[in-house]
């Protein structure tokens, strides 16, 4: 009877230790998950467009001229994070005329400008913590533009207002533009390239005005506002 004691009891102690692993190894189900949702940034603007002036195509003052200011419309678009292409309509608005001869009208010239653009070493710029992204940094463009001029004729019996072809351009050029503040934009370019102006020829004995190609130098500093 003794020994049937013992058996148990010996038993009992070994269940006990047996009892306490088994609950310390039985996994237990996660009350959160473990792992947390991404965030996602909101895609970079692949398209800008700009309200600018500034001393560019539209701008003109001295002699019978007197002062134009240029008005920009334009649009820039990103191909890809390093080439967009772009263009520009403008006009020059006339605010001082020195003489009531030439009584031009509101519009001195009206044209539009086109061209691609490659922004380049935007990685380096970023690793010296310079600004970088959509629509800023150092480029390089291939540009041409087109303008026209305007010219008053007056006979007996009104006076008419025409805009006439006036010259075309194909220029590189080498620029930067950089944001200003929220809403604002600079960009400075210079270049040089060919252009189409009238020349005055005389040869074979006839004097003429003919179109001929003439190296070009164009330079601008334009400010413009963004949304």
């Not at 996602?40 to 539209?58: M, N, Q, R």
């Not at 390239?193 to 003919?210: A, I, L």
């Amino acid at each position: 009877m003794c020994a049937v004691y013992l058996k148990v009891l010996l038993a009992a102690t070994l269940a006990a230790p047996l009892a306490t692993f088994a609950q310390s190894v039985t996994p237990t189900t996660p009350t959160q998950p473990i792992y947390s949702t991404p965030t996602t940034e909101a895609p970079a603007k692949s398209t800008l467009f700009k309200v600018g002036t500034g001393l560019t195509h539209g701008f003109e003052f001295g002699g019978f001229s007197g002062l134009s200011i240029p008005v920009v419309l334009g649009v820039e678009h990103h191909l890809t994070p390093a080439v967009s292409m772009y263009g520009n309509l403008f006009g020059g608005l006339n605010i001082v005329d020195r003489t009531a001869y030439y009584n031009r009208p509101l519009l001195r010239e009206i044209g539009a400008d086109a061209g691609v653009r490659y922004y380049y070493n935007q990685e380096k710029r970023k690793q010296k913590g310079r600004a970088t992204g959509p629509f800023v940094g150092n480029y390089l463009a291939l540009h041409s533009s087109s303008s026209l001029f305007s010219y008053r004729t007056q006979n007996s019996y009104n006076v008419r207002n025409y805009f006439g072809y006036d010259y075309s351009t194909l220029n590189l050029l080498w620029g930067m533009q950089r944001r200003i503040g929220g809403h604002g934009l600079i960009d400075v370019y210079a270049g040089g390239g060919v252009s189409n102006p009238f020349r005055f020829s005389d040869q074979d004995r006839f004097s003429q005005y003919k179109r001929r190609p003439t190296p070009n130098l164009e330079i601008g500093v334009k400010l413009s506002l963004v949304p």
